[in-house]
T-cell receptor, first 115, second 111 residues
Framework: AQKVTQAQTEISVVEKEDVTLDCVYE???????LFWYKQPPSGELVFLIR??????QNEISGRYSWNFQKSTSSFNFTITASQVVDSAVYFC????????????FGSGTKLNVKP | EAGVTQFPSHSVIEKGQTVTLRCDPI?????LYWYRRVMGKEIKFLLH????????ESGMPNNRFLAERTGGTYSTLKVQPAELEDSGVYFC?????????FGPGTRLTVL
């Protein structure tokens, strides 16, 4: 069975602080995809990143970076120099390669960035 | 290009009533999905349409939920009769190949 755990329910930081959102997953599959989505106050889920389980290279996109560690089944997301606009709920998700149509989401982490 | 749209954005109904949620996918997307987030928990898969056919409905909670996709275009999700535990946010997503694009969700409150 597939499971994604986001243990941090809510995090509050002050603007310009760095913050890491944790994501731990469970799957027996050797090949899978991992995703991060952002849900701003407007409600829609905004795609941030997709990572294939074969690719363990960390990725950086502007102030965002992702640390994928297959050995610990984690796919953590770090925001550097956080901004108020980063306030949102962030979801981590896993998708099986043999059924790309079914997402397994975590429960989300609400990030509050205060000015 | 318009994204995935959902109607209504909010719905408040009483237990026992019927509610119908609508999703309009991105034009040309054959795949349409319904998900639900209940009480701040994880977003759970409900079902997947390919055009007008149900490809996977393994996530549908019970027979009070009925999803349809007329002509392979928009989709409706009917809850009849609604129960308190049905409260939550219902997301719709669509895709052609690969990435799913999500709508803003419908927040359903059952009193």
């Amino acid at each position: 069975a597939q499971k994604v755990t986001q243990a941090q329910t809510e995090i509050s930081v002050v603007e310009k602080e760095d913050v890491t959102l944790d994501c731990v997953y469970e799957t027996r599959d050797t090949t899978y995809y991992l995703f991060w989505y952002k849900q701003p106050p407007s409600g829609e889920l905004v795609f941030l990143i997709r990572r294939n389980s074969f690719d363990e290279q960390n990725e950086i996109s502007g102030r965002y970076s992702w640390n994928f560690q297959k050995s610990t089944s984690s796919f953590n997301f770090t925001i550097t120099a956080s901004q108020v606009v980063d306030s949102a709920v962030y979801f981590c998700a896993l998708v099986r390669v043999d059924n790309f149509n079914k997402f397994y989401f975590g429960s989300g982490t609400k990030l509050n960035v205060k000015p | 290009e318009a994204g995935v749209t959902q109607f209504p954005s909010h719905s408040v109904i009483e237990k026992g009533q019927t509610v119908t949620l609508r999703c309009d996918p991105i034009s040309g997307h054959d795949n349409l999905y319904w998900y639900r987030r209940v009480m701040g928990k994880e977003i759970k898969f409900l079902l997947h349409f390919v055009k007008e056919s149900k490809q996977d409905e393994s996530g549908m909670p019970n027979n009070r939920f009925l999803a349809e996709r007329t002509g392979g275009t928009y989709s409706t999700l009917k809850v009849q009769p609604a129960e308190l535990e049905d409260s939550g946010v219902y997301f719709c997503a669509s895709s052609q190949v690969g990435e799913q694009f999500f709508g803003p969700g419908t927040r359903l409150t059952v009193l």
